[in-house]
């Protein structure tokens, strides 16, 4: 109800009649149409963010789990500006259609002020009396929005069935779209964005997480069935308005004539649809502009609220009424917003700016659906998961940004306002926000960091993971080999495992471990290569090291595996499988590699690929000095093309083995893991390159590298390549 009554108002009534205007009879039920599918689109993306994470604050919530603290304010302040700004456009609505029809009856005969000063007066003192139900608690605003949203929609689906009607009785009536489009296609994005706000309403279900009953199941369902509902009730009332009107003879055509009349043209071809058609119009303007502003300052206040409650904003806009359990104070200055906005701007302009903020609200919470799902698929409990993934997001990313551009031919103001709004948040951030902001349980925290007294500059950098005192001396052969190699220097991380009932501020208890392991790793290391160390706290240790990667830009992550897979849906870990699928720089993770080994024999299989080539120049950093041999093996296949000895040839500019101590070898055979399993009883060493595979796409069969390092009972390393422009979009993007 709180979704549709956001939807179902100001859309209908003040858009249809200018964008008829704009684009033709065709092109307003395109435009509601489009318009329904791109918002199904977003709005799949709040449900399953919401599904996640239901909490109070919407987009703001999401933005700081996706991107961080700067981005998340960012989503915070340009949603509470949307919404309040979508509440005075409906303020102003009610004041303009219901003025107007007491006009029409006389009633306004002794008024001594303009029509326009009423319609503010009416619109500020309708807007105050829904600040303070909103301010009754979120009990009553639900009451009273569910009373006016049924309202609402009896009257907008009654002109509906009205206008489907009249076109069955009198066919010629769909004559009126003979000119489909009279103007072309080019206007249609324009007016699309201009009438966005019409589909607004479900981004103020993700707000009541904190109040819904059943969050996860409920949320999801509310926002997909709202919008389905808008879409189908917009384009059947479109449809009514276009065969409402008649044309007589010498008069313009239908769509002309109701375009003429710009924001209360839905209003006039109604009363030529029905007797009473003003009245009608009247009571669905007073139904659906008052439920519209209801649930806008509804979501307005939770915006603001959110921003306090983790002091992006002073601690007062978290203050919740003792009596009322709201928070009144972010109610304050929702109101206030509402107020000034609805009492100094022009309708269109107010329309424009809503469209214009939502549309960029949309576009961020979109990215943000995208990057949580790849991020942090793994570790969030999702009611809900978007079909096609990443397709919807990914379409409607497109068209908001397209629509955005467009809407500044509909009014240059809401291209000016809405920048100046977003630009004003940055500042406020910068020099407000970013110092006071509370740490989340989502974020990562870093504890103690310190840095090499004299690091290399631009030099080749390798992060060593540790995890505790034995993983740690397991790992110090290895990196010594490999930076030495490399001529690197070397970033030590610890990520500090604080269970998550334990409040961050005892993370101390926890850090003695990871302090050991870094202490035992420096005594062998430090002497050779400069060394930084990092303590740090995440939810998910995965997405923390890969955090630490992209923000050191690491060239080569080393760390330690044990052969167990504790989760049955990760074929190497739930650490290991989704670092080496996120991490942009190259990979090496070591396993039973501990102690003083001399690794004179090293078998690399090899199946092509950048992985293969990474795998050979591992194996060749690896090996004993002075008579390491490096065997270049493959399993000859029928129908296989792959040539090991072109292929060593390629690579052997990378190596650090002299010619004749590097060999290839090839059997046939049709298992390749048994043949793989049983060559390596024969070598010191294996070093294998990790399948090219996301983990995402492996879950539930095993491929042959992971079936390898799993069941090799030899010292084992798996490599991962840094590729190119994926590389690169994971590292920056």
Known sequence: MMGLGMMIGAGVFIGIGITIAEVGPGGVILTFALNGLIALFTAMSFAELSSAIPRAGGAYNFARIAFGRGPSFLAGWMEWFASSVAGSLYAVVFATYTLDFCNQLGLLDWLGMSMATAVRIVAIATAGLFLYINYRGASETGKVGAFFTLGQMLFVLGIAVAGIVVAAVDPQRLENFRFFLPNGWGRLLATMGFVYVAFEGFEVIAQTGDEAIEPKRNIPKAMIYSVAIAAVTYVLVSFATVVAVKSDPGEPAAWRWIGQFGETGFGKAVERLLPFGSVLVTLAVIFSSTSALNATIYSGTRASYALGRDR?????????????????????????????????????????????????????????????????????????????FPVPPLVAIACQALMAVHLGTMSYLAWTIAPIWVVSGVVLYWTYSRSRAIATADEIQVFEERRAEAPPAGGYRVMVAVANPVNALELVQGT?????????????????????????????????????????????????????TTLRYCRNIARGIVSAVREKHVNMLIMGWHGLARRHHFTLGSTVDPVIERSPCDVVVLKDCGGNREFRRVLVPLAGGPNGALALEIASILAHPQDGEVVAFTVARSGSSFDVEQFVEQTRHRLHVPPQRLSTRSIPASD??????????????????????????????????????????????????????????????
């Open 480 to 532: 010594y080999k490999l930076c030495g190699a490399k001529g690197a220097s070397v970033e030590l991380l610890h990520m500090v495992p604080v269970p998550d009932q334990v409040p961050l501020s005892d993370a101390k208890r926890y850090m003695l471990e990871g302090r050991e392991a870094m202490v035992e790793t420096m005594l062998y290391l430090a002497p050779l290569f400069p060394i930084s």
């Open 312 to 388: 992006m904003m002073p601690a007062a806009f978290s203050r919740i009424s003792h009596k009322r359990k709201t928070p009144y104070v972010a109610l304050m200055f929702t109101g206030l917003i509402v107020l000034v906005v609805a009492g100094a701007l022009p309708i269109t302009d107010v329309g424009s700016c809503a469209s214009m903020m939502f549309l960029f609200l949309f576009f961020l919470v979109n990215l943000c659906v995208v990057k949580v799902r790849l991020n942090m698929g793994d570790e969030l409990d999702y009611g809900f998961l978007i079909p096609l």
């Open 672 to 733: 390749v893991v048994s043949a793989i399993l049983s060559e390596a009883e024969d070598y010191d060493l294996v070093v294998i390159g990790s399948t090219a595979e996301p983990w995402i796409y492996q879950m539930g069969r095993r491929t042959v590298p992971d079936v390898v390092a799993q069941r090799c009972r030899r010292p084992l390393v798996m490599v991962k390549a840094a590729s190119g422009i994926r590389s690169w979009i994971k590292r920056w993007i």
